[in-house]
């Protein structure tokens, strides 16, 4: 049972590059998150998806787009990578809405 | 809207010293609370839970106690270990909101043998 993953596990882009984040979780959870981690600022939510086919933008999402695959994918797209978007970035998962299961992180460097 | 506050770090204590992590909410709704602890180089953990007001969340030697009169939800252990060493993140969800989490800022605990 690996719980959530998440690769690449670090990247380095220029500015204007564009990749993509990937997220999976094999505990059949409904819903599934990304956050953003940066110091002194705790996690802040990007985009989640509540259920199969549906996403929604979370307190951060400009410069970032999601799609939910299936059930078990749920990947992050930056089209135009800035350096404003030198982070951390986190993918969770939950069934109940309320505990949510982390992966162990992307941390991603943009010059 | 939501907002969780936590005590800044770092704070560091010595092995078997007593650590409170104060956290205070601001919700619109009746939240659940959490503590997360993220260890280095680690994604989140759950650490503990408290779903109404007067619950007793408990783990690993870790207690916290969900106050709705102080809004207030905070961390204790009575013996640290170094082990313990770790960043704290205190977080509400809110069924109002959808169930998305609020976290707090998170307070790093370096704790020395």
């Known amino acids: 049972n690996a719980g959530v993953t998440q690769t690449p596990k670090f990247q380095v882009l220029k500015t204007g590059q564009s990749m993509t984040l990937q997220c999976a979780q094999d505990?059949?959870?409904?819903?599934m998150y990304w956050y953003r981690q940066d110091p002194g600022m705790g996690l802040r939510l990007i985009y989640y998806?509540?259920?199969?086919?549906?996403?929604d933008k979370g307190e951060v999402p400009n410069g970032y787009n999601v799609s939910r695959l299936n059930k078990r994918e749920f990947s992050l797209r930056l089209e135009s990578a800035a350096p404003s978007q030198t982070s951390v970035y986190f993918c969770?998962?939950?069934?109940?809405?309320?505990?949510?299961?982390f992966g162990p992180g992307t941390r991603l460097l943009v010059l | 809207g939501n907002s969780v506050t936590q005590m800044e770090g770092p704070v560091t204590l010595s092995e078997e010293a007593f650590l409170t992590i104060n956290c205070t909410y601001t919700?619109?709704?009746?939240?659940?609370l959490f503590w997360y602890v993220q260890y280095p180089g680690e994604g989140l953990q759950l650490l503990l839970k408290?779903?109404?007001?007067?619950d007793k969340g408990s783990n690993k030697g870790f207690e916290a106690t969900y106050r709705k009169e102080t809004t207030s939800f905070h961390l204790e252990k009575g013996s640290v270990q170094v082990s313990d060493s770790a960043v704290y993140f205190c977080?509400?969800?809110?069924?109002?909101?959808?169930?998305?989490?609020?976290f707090g800022g998170g307070t790093r605990v370096l704790v020395k043998p």
């Open positions: 969770a998962s939950s069934s109940t809405g309320e505990t949510q299961y």
């Open positions: 505990m059949n959870h409904n819903s």
């Open positions: 998806s509540a259920s199969e086919g549906t996403t």
């Open positions: 919700a619109t709704g009746y939240p659940s």
């Open positions: 408290a779903t109404k007001a007067d």
């Open positions: 977080a509400l969800s809110d069924r109002a909101a959808g169930n998305k989490l609020t």
